[in-house]
């Protein structure tokens, strides 16, 4: 039986699964099983699977049943002692299963090991890479995790299989968010431990479609508020703080859709960003917030084409620096 479960599940991601899977198989910790759950994908994505050479991968195909289906799926699937999931646009640095599994080790009473994560925009054929915030948080970080996600993505956390069966699988009924969610739970009952180190190459894509930004509005508020019904007492009072935390969030995203002369992401955004100044003043004093209300300004006041090239100059304003 092997010592872990890595879990890709894999929906039209012919572009990038390869990588994705190499970054898997150049890990210094080897004792892995690989488990790649495709999800109904229409393009090139099994064809290249089975291209792959590798007695540890094990591919699996079913009809279309979304992302957290297809990570549940792949639970089920699994046999290590220890389970990690990785998107199929991700990457891991060589050590991020040796070093958050001999944290792990030598925290018995931690569940989960996270690490940081590293951001990776790709524009015309060019790479480029952004440091995402460097969370200092260990034991119990249900309060901290309340407040935001900080472990950032999916591809990130390794963890012990009896938390899953402590806590469950993720909900397959959520569109968006429920990696938070599931940590959430997770956060709860477990201890986490963090590997301060950039071990998760997080693949950030901006996306034109509109309707994408208002789902994950809609689902995100609709998570907090499920969420804080369940939350003791002593910690009701962090719920405006999530909600402004959260409503920065979206002004981020409004910002980074791709978008036309005629749209209106700028006062979009500014309109979040006054529902978080009202929910909780002191965001103000953050750097992240106030470059977000710049570049909203600038998103309004001045052409499009010449907006896109001034905001990908100062994106590193709302990506590097995230005050809490």
Same mark, same amino acid.
Do not use: C, H
């Given at each position: 039986m092997p010592k872990i479960s890595v879990i890709i599940p894999a929906y039209n991601a012919e572009k990038t699964i390869k990588e994705t899977i190499e970054s898997v198989q150049q890990q210094t910790f080897t004792d892995f099983e690989l488990i790649v759950i495709n999800d109904g994908s229409q393009d090139k994505t099994l064809e290249i699977l089975h291209t792959i050479k590798d007695e540890r991968l094990q591919i699996f195909s079913y009809e279309n049943g979304g992302l957290p289906e297809a990570r549940n799926r792949g639970i089920k699937r699994a046999s290590g002692e220890f389970v990690s999931f990785l998107d199929a646009d991700d990457l891991w640095t060589p050590d991020?299963?040796?070093?958050?599994? +001999?944290?792990?080790?030598?925290?018995? %009473?931690?569940?989960?090991a996270y690490s940081w994560n590293l951001c990776m925009?790709?524009?015309?054929?060019?790479?480029? &890479?952004?440091?995402?915030?460097?969370?200092?948080?260990?034991?119990? +970080? @249900?309060?901290?995790?309340?407040?935001?996600?900080?472990?950032? $993505?999916?591809? $990130?956390?390794?963890?012990?299989?009896?938390?899953?069966e402590?806590?469950?699988?993720?909900?397959?009924?959520?569109?968006?968010?429920?990696?938070?969610?599931? @940590?959430?739970?997770?956060?709860?009952?477990?201890?986490? +431990?963090?590997?301060?180190?950039?071990?998760? #190459?997080?693949r950030k894509v901006s996306s034109s479609m509109t309707s994408k930004v208002k789902v994950m509005e809609e689902q995100g508020l609709r998570l907090i508020e499920k969420v804080y019904r369940s939350v003791p007492p002593e910690l009701q009072y962090l719920k405006?703080?999530?909600?402004?935390? &959260?409503?920065s969030f979206c002004a981020d995203l409004n910002l980074n859709v791709i978008y036309?002369?005629? %749209?209106?992401?700028? &006062?979009?955004?500014?309109?979040?960003? @006054?529902?978080?100044?009202q929910l909780y003043p002191k965001i103000l004093l953050r750097k992240n917030i106030?470059?977000? #209300?710049?570049?909203?300004? #600038?998103?309004?006041?001045?052409?499009?084409?010449?907006?896109? @090239?001034?905001?990908?100059?100062? #994106?590193k304003i709302g990506s590097n620096t995230v005050s809490r």
């Open positions: 991020k299963l040796e070093l958050q599994l +001999v944290a792990l080790q030598q925290n018995p %009473d931690a569940g989960v925009f790709e524009k015309e054929g060019t790479l480029s &890479f952004v440091n995402a915030a460097s969370p200092p948080f260990e034991g119990n +970080v @249900y309060p901290n995790l309340l407040l935001e996600n900080f472990v950032g $993505n999916g591809s $990130n956390i390794l963890l012990r299989r009896q938390v899953i402590s806590v469950g699988n993720f909900d397959r009924t959520l569109k968006s968010f429920e990696d938070w969610e599931f @940590y959430l739970r997770v956060a709860s009952v477990w201890n986490f +431990v963090l590997i301060p180190q950039r071990q998760i #190459i997080y405006n703080q999530t909600l402004a935390n &959260f409503y036309n002369t005629n %749209d209106n992401r700028g &006062f979009q955004a500014q309109r979040k960003l @006054y529902l978080a100044i106030q470059g977000l #209300i710049v570049k909203s300004i #600038i998103r309004q006041v001045i052409p499009a084409r010449i907006t896109t @090239y001034l905001m990908q100059s100062i #994106i």
